[in-house]
């Protein structure tokens, strides 16, 4: 006669749970996804804008080297080249951002506010020789605080020897 062994296999569901996304979690991944998508956007758009500016800048530059109409004198060369002049629409030079016409410089300087301070009372004055007396009293010699003690304390005691004074 044959034997034939069986082995048993178990199934713990536990051990095994197929993936359920939740609305949360598929809400999350969805909108990890958009917010990729706009950067992803947002990088082309401000790459585009790069290129047309560079596109630009090159256009005016091949204006002036390949139009015979356009020769430069050193002045002119020194403006091309100085980067606080800026030439106005109608041809005009001026520097720019010079901030000759700036708010400040038109307006006449006025003094600083002085905060006025308050003056010191009675309470202040022996407030604090109060703290002096219960710091070295609550304090060891290396400036620690005793055991137990915090700065409340020092305070609560620094009040009641003021009352005291």
Do not use: C, W
Not at 74 to 82: K, R, Y
Not at 116 to 143: E, F, I, P, V, Y
């Amino acid at each position: 006669m044959r034997v034939i062994t069986l082995v048993e296999y178990s199934f713990d569901r536990d051990d095994y749970r197929p993936r359920e996304d939740s609305f949360a979690e598929r809400e999350f991944r969805e909108r990890a996804m958009d917010q990729r998508e706009a950067d992803e956007r947002r990088n082309r758009n401000q790459e585009f804008i790069e290129q047309a500016e560079l596109e630009r800048e090159r256009e005016a530059v091949r204006e002036v080297v390949n139009n015979p109409n356009i020769t430069l004198d050193s002045s002119m060369i020194a403006a091309v080249n100085d980067p606080k002049v800026e030439m106005m629409p109608n041809g005009r030079m001026t520097i720019r951002r010079s901030g000759q016409f700036s708010r400040q410089n038109l307006l006449p300087r006025l003094p600083a506010k002085t905060k006025r301070t308050r003056k010191k009372t009675k309470t202040d004055r022996s407030q604090s020789k109060a703290l002096k007396l219960a710091n070295a009293k609550m304090r060891k010699k290396n400036g620690k605080l005793r055991k137990g003690k915090t700065m409340r304390d020092v305070m609560r005691l620094a009040h009641r020897l003021r009352k005291k004074m």
